[in-house]
């Protein structure tokens, strides 16, 4: 079955520590993408990546870092600058043609304490 | 209805009532609306989209309707199902890339029996 994996479904983390969020996909798509997910609010675009080794910021990329070395992965680094990290986090994918729609993972849900 | 930027918290149905979702868009400039159902804890699933040549698309059980004149998106649900219990939000792109989506906060829909 074709789709996108993220790793690991829950995470917690002290407060201080960086973390990886992983996300791979063997849809053979060009295009991923790392979205945040809060109570009662819309997905906010953190990081996306249209190419290997290519990335480019979103609209709330601070205190995150990604990477793109290989077409099916694109891991998240929550580092300690983010100041309010725990949150539901959204990993997704497309083939980049005009309007193709987004297939989304299960997500990880991240807590700092 | 949802608004991309407002919310509209639950919406509830009786199973087998057909169930109207709306979503109102501020962007004329938007050309292209997708519909997505996110059951807890898991990833969005993409329902059906539309474009703006268009003003109604039939999936199966599913009908989106967009209304350009007044900038109004809805998604008909038919014969309403206990597993159709579920967020469901818009989203809408200005745009070639899902770079440029906007999604809005979504609408709880809950079946009752």
């Known amino acids: 079955d074709g789709g996108i994996t993220q790793s690991p479904k829950y995470l917690f983390r002290k407060e201080g520590q960086n973390v990886t969020l992983s996300c791979e996909q063997n849809?053979?798509?060009?295009?991923m993408y790392w979205y945040r997910q809060d109570p009662g609010q819309g997905l906010r675009l953190i990081y996306y990546?249209?190419?290997?080794?290519?990335?480019q910021k979103g609209d709330i990329a601070e205190g995150y870092s990604v990477s793109r070395e290989k077409k099916e992965s694109f891991p998240l680094t929550v580092t300690s600058a983010q100041k309010n990290p725990t949150a539901f986090y959204l990993c997704a994918s497309t083939s980049g043609d005009h309007n193709s729609p987004l297939h989304f993972g299960n997500g990880t849900r991240l807590t700092v304490t | 209805g949802e608004s991309v930027g407002l919310h509209l918290p639950t919406l509830s149905v009786q199973e087998g009532d057909n169930s109207i979702i709306n979503c109102a868009y501020s962007?004329?400039?938007?050309?292209?609306f997708i519909w997505y159902k996110q059951e807890s804890g898991k990833g969005p699933q993409f329902i059906i989209d539309i474009r703006s040549n268009m003003d109604k698309r039939q999936g199966q059980r599913v009908t989106v309707l967009l209304n350009k004149t007044v900038k109004h998106l809805s998604l008909q649900i038919a014969a309403t199902q206990p597993g159709d219990s579920a967020v469901y939000f818009c989203?809408?792109?200005?745009?070639?890339?899902?770079?440029?989506?906007?999604f809005g906060s979504g609408t709880q829909l809950t079946v009752l029996p």
């Open positions: 989203a809408e792109n200005e745009g070639d890339s899902a770079r440029q989506l906007t």
């Open positions: 990546s249209q190419i290997v080794n290519d990335f």
């Open positions: 962007n004329s400039a938007s050309d292209y």
């Open positions: 849809l053979n798509h060009d295009a």
